[in-house]
């Protein structure tokens, strides 16, 4: 079995000619870490009482809640908390020139408790820095933060923000207000100033404070849950265009990530209709929503739709904007990982080029490849 | 071109309007600020009688929770959608590509009393 893996590996790196960014990397941040960086009166309060932060209502995919089973290291941790393994399994094999740190664990940003939930927030980017970044140059972070405050949100942006190996703010998608709101413009103001992206990653939909996993209330299975994720991200997408986030925060850059990819070309074109009709309700918003689109979002590909024929796949791609708007995502090591290799059928040289490295580049600031050309 | 009699100008005050069949074609001829203009009393987008809806202004805004008001009496929405259509151009305000078509108007006197004015509409 060994020798079949080694042949197959060996057979991939020889296909993937240049290197490629992944935008979606799940290292393990696990809560027994995180406490060590936590002030002393809530390790006192978590020795007592718990860790009082909510859990999925729903099962996953994998082994290990969601994990790809083999990616357990040799040293028998958690899946995505080794760095030789994760380059070993991954980093090395897959040719990735970079790749940004989502951590794994959202669970602060469904508690009442802000304090709280600014500490662990903290924690996690103090533990991420020593831990992750730094230890491998390919490896860029993800700056938690509690978003059910923005006020402590932004200072806890301000505080790692310029950080050279931070790259982007991370939310969770499930939020009790969707993300337009003018309630988290200290956010965007803070994002702004240190140059990075807001990100909404699909987790903690209908979990502690946040609201249901629908607006028809609690879906039953994980599948179902799985299907809803697209209904809250178009959510916060039509709340960023029509609160007017981005005529007052132009620079701004906003990430859909993991809510899937082409149901956003029939929104956007609902979108623009309705704008067409309804403009004068909301005169803020200068231009088509898909020009806010193009000019302000990006979409994270994992996990990517297959069409059912490649015909329709370009016509998607197309109506997605994918040229400007998509960044490859793996997910690593999670159990709907999206290989670089197989997840997308042949794609034109130029814009394979922009959805595995040029988008993530120009949105993250990372320079050109160090070998043209590659490793074949 | 010939010039269609649309009726008396004091039937059609500042802000009013009036719509007439001339040639086959409904036409839509609005006084604004004293001065006439003709459009086409058909929407380019789904055919909708244009002129039967409001007579408006242009929203505007300088940011999340600001409404100016421009351009008052100068547009028309359409009664199903809520296009917006400039009167005095015919274009669609976001898209001036769709338009609506406009006419030429003069108002004319045959003899010295300012109520014996007459409008016509030129297609």
């Known amino acids: 079995m060994e020798v079949t893996e080694g042949k197959q590996i060996k057979k991939q790196i020889s296909k993937t000619k240049r290197t490629i960014i992944d935008s979606d990397i799940h290292n393990y941040t696990p809560l027994e870490e995180i406490k060590k960086y936590l002030p002393r009166v809530y390790r006192d309060q978590i020795d007592l009482w718990g860790w009082r932060l909510p859990g999925s209502l729903y ?51 469904a508690s009442p408790d802000v304090d709280y939930a600014a500490a662990i927030s903290s924690a996690i980017n103090e533990y991420t820095l020593e831990h992750w970044l730094g230890r491998d140059r390919r490896l860029k972070g993800s700056v938690f933060i509690p978003k059910q405050d923005p006020v402590l949100s932004a200072k806890e942006i301000h505080r790692v923000g310029s950080h050279s190996d931070m790259v982007q703010v991370i939310v969770a998608s499930g939020a009790d207000k969707p993300y337009g709101n003018r309630y988290y413009h200290p956010i965007y103001e803070a994002c702004v100033e240190h140059n990075l992206p807001f990100t909404i990653h699909v987790l903690m939909e209908g979990v502690g404070m946040n609201p249901p996993t629908t607006g028809a209330g609690w879906v039953s299975y994980y599948p179902e849950y799985r299907a809803t994720r697209p209904q809250v991200m178009a959510a916060h997408l039509a709340s960023l265009i029509y609160e007017g986030v981005f005529e007052k925060f132009p620079t701004l850059k906003v990430v859909l990530q993991e809510a899937g990819v082409f149901w956003v070309a029939p929104y956007l074109w609902k979108l623009d209709e309705d704008w067409k009709a ?52 793996s997910d690593y090591p999670h159990w709907d990982f999206d290989s670089p290799l197989k997840t997308f059928p042949k794609l034109d040289d130029a814009l394979w080029e922009r959805v595995f490295y040029q988008n993530a580049a120009d949105l993250y600031g990372l320079p050109a490849r160090k070998k043209q050309g590659g490793t074949e | 071109m010939t010039g269609f009699l649309v009726g008396k100008a004091s039937e059609i005050p500042e802000g009013g309007k009036k719509i007439i069949e001339a040639n086959g074609r409904s036409i839509g001829i609005y006084n604004i600020g004293g001065e006439f203009f003709a459009i086409r009393n058909t929407c380019p987008h789904q055919g909708a009688a244009l002129c039967s809806g409001i007579t408006t202004e242009f929203i505007n805004s300088t940011g999340p929770g600001n409404f100016v008001h421009e351009r008052e009496g100068e547009i028309v929405r359409c009664p199903w959608h809520q296009w917006e259509f400039e009167i005095k ?33 030129h297609i």
Request: proline fraction near 8%.
């Open chain 1, 59 to 109: 099962l996953n995919g994998g082994t290990n809640v969601g994990q790809r089973a083999d990616s357990i290291p040799p040293d028998g941790g958690f899946p995505g908390s080794n760095l030789d393994f994760m380059s070993s399994q991954y980093l090395d094999p897959f040719n990735v020139e970079y790749g940004i740190l989502t951590g794994s664990d959202y669970s602060c940003q």
């Open chain 1, 278 to 329: 309804l403009r004068f309700q909301t005169p803020w918003v200068k231009k088509p929503p898909s020009e806010y689109f193009r000019s302000n979002i990006k979409v994270s590909s994992q996990p990517l739709e297959p069409t059912p024929n490649q015909e329709m796949f370009r016509q998607m791609m197309n109506a997605v904007y994918a040229d400007e708007t998509l960044l490859y995502c």
């Open chain 2, 89 to 121: 151009t015919g274009c669609m305000v976001v898209d001036p590509k769709k338009r609506t078509k406009s006419y030429e108007v003069t108002v004319e006197r045959f003899d010295v009393s300012v109520e014996d004015k007459e409008v016509y509409v």
